[in-house]
C-alpha cells in the first residue's frame, strides 16, 4: 500500500507539496483549518488531490505515515502535540522537496534583508546564465518546481518556521544576515530558542560548503564562539576586514575569496544605505563562490531593483513623499527604515506586536520623527513607548484614516512612512495587503 503522507495547510507551500507528493507516489490528504482559496482548490481538484477544509479530521491525520505542516501552523497547535505524542514525523515542505531534487541550495535566512538578498543572489545568478529557481519564503514553493520544472540551483529564503521542520536538508551555501528579536510568541519569549533555529541553517554543512554571515552582529558573533562550524566560514561587514569575506572601507566594497580580490564603489549600488551594502556583500559573497564572473556581479548589483513593500517609495504629494515599508515586522527592520531617512518623518506604526521592544528606537525617533500615527487595533505598547518622546501620537482604525492623518501632520520636505515594526493580521490579510492599502490611499488623496 502507497505511504501516507498528510498536507496540513492548502496555500503554496502546501498544494505545492500536493503536486510532488503525488508525483511521487504517495497516497495524499491535504487538510486546512479554514477555507482553501479558490484557485488553490481547483488545483487539487484536477490533480484528484483528496482534502477538506473548515477543520482538520484527527482520526485520519493520525493514519499518516508523515505529515507536511505550513510554516504558519505554531508547534503549539494542538494538531501539532497530538502528531508529536504519537511519534508521527511532521517535516516542513523544503525538506520535504529536498528529496527528490539533486540542485545545489543558496539558503538565505535571518530576521531582516533575507527578502532583498535572495532576490539580489537569484538576480545575478540567473543574469550569469545557470539554470536557477527562487522559492522558500518567496514565490512558486520549492515543491512544486522541484516536481514541475527542477535546477540545477535553488536561491531559497528560509524563515525560522521553516528551519524548524528541517531535518535532513542540507544548504550548500547558507546566508545569515543578522538575528534580532522577531517572533517571540513562537518561541516561548526565548531569545536563545530563536537564535537556536536560525542557526539550523547550517545544519548537515560540510567543509566544502559555505556560510556567510554579518561579522558585525553581536548574536551571531556570541552563538558562533559557542558552536563548531564546520563549512568555511565568510563573514561581511563594516567593522573590520573580512578576510575571506567582505567588508567595506571609505567608499569601497571589497570581496575576497581564495586571495581572490573583488570590488567596486559602494556609491555605484542600486540599493543605497547601509542595510543595503550587508545585502550587497552577502549575495556578492555567494556568487563569488559559484565563480560567476566579477563584471556580471557588478552589473547586477548596479542595476538590481527592490523589493515591493520594502522602502518603496511611492508618490511625492505637495512635497511630502510616501514611503511603504510594510515589510517592516518588527523593530530591526524599522530600525533601518528611520535610520536611512533623510528628512523629518511622519511615522505610520502599529499591528500585532509579537513581544517588541521599543527602546532600542528611542534614540532615533527622538532625531527623525515629528508625529506618530498608529494603526492597530491595541496600540497601547506604542503610546507607552513614545509618548513621552512625541507630542503628537495619534490613533486610527484603518488605512485611509492613518494616510490621511499622516498627510495633514505632515509638511513640505517631510517624509511619510509606513514602517509598522508589527505584523499586520489584526486589520489585514498579510503585510502585501497592507503595503497595497496604503498605496491605494496614498494616491487617493
Known sequence: MAERIIILGAGESGVGSAILAQKAGFSVLVSDAGKIKPDYRQTLMDLGVEFEEGGHTESRIVEADSVIKSPGI??????????????????????????????????????????????MTYHILKAAGLKVGLAGNIGQSFARQVAEQDFDFYVLEVSSFQLDGMYDFRADIAILMNITPDHLDRYEYKFQNYADSKFRIIQNMRPEDSFIYCGDDPVIQAEIAKRQIIPQ????????????GAWAEGEQLNIVINNNPFNMSLFDLSMQGKHNAYNSMASGIASRVLEIRKDAIRECLTDFQGVEHRLESVIKVHGIEFINDSKATNVNSTWYA????????????????????????HSLVREKVKSIVCLGKDNSKIHQSFDDIIETVVDTGDMEEAVRAAYYLAEQGNIVLLSPCCASFDLFENYEDRGRQFKNAVRNL
Open 74 to 119: 505554531p508547534e503549539k497547535a494542538p494538531i501539532i502535540k497530538l502528531l508529536h505524542n504519537k511519534a508521527i514525523p511532521v517535516i516542513s515542505e523544503l525538506e520535504f522537496a529536498a528529496r527528490y531534487s539533486k540542485a545545489r541550495h543558496i539558503c538565505i535566512t535571518g530576521s531582516n534583508g533575507k527578502t532583498t538578498t535572495t532576490l
Open 233 to 244: 566560514k565568510l563573514p561581511f561587514g563594516f567593522d573590520q576586514v573580512y578576510n575571506p
Open 338 to 361: 528611520l535610520e536611512s531617512m533623510k528628512g523629518k518623518v511622519v511615522w505610520i506604526v502599529g499591528g500585532i506586536d509579537k513581544g517588541n521592544d521599543y527602546s532600542i528606537l
